[in-house]
């Protein structure tokens, strides 16, 4: 196996894979080491870019997380809000009931 092999293996990625087992029988035990290393060091790049890549998913799930918690809060007061403001104008109609009916009354004994 030659350097242009391995050359080609390095920019293949994942099929590097599948070149080890078809060469493995026939590849002598330095160039087996050499693309076991190759391989290792193509996967270990990909795991260390795939946890990088899951922690930046995470500090945004985090982010999210809060911002929902905010909101959440922010539509605890505001239903305190508007509950308080339900029954204000309950109590304004009561009022503005009664009041019309006493001037109705005042009205018709006029």
Do not use: C, Y
């Amino acid at each position: 196996m030659g350097e242009d092999h391995f050359r080609q293996m390095e920019h293949r990625g994942r099929s590097a894979t599948t070149i080890l087992s078809v060469v493995q029988a026939e590849a002598s035990p330095f160039n087996r080491e050499r693309i076991t290393e190759l391989i290792v060091g193509q996967n270990s790049e990909e795991i260390e870019s795939l946890k990088a890549k899951i922690e930046e998913k995470n500090e945004e799930i985090s982010r999210l997380h809060k911002a929902m918690k905010d909101l959440e809060d922010k539509n605890k007061k505001l239903d305190v809000a508007l509950k308080t403001r339900i029954e204000e104008i309950t109590k304004l109609k009561t009022r503005r009931l009664a009041n019309w009916k006493l001037k109705r009354r005042v009205w018709k004994t006029s």
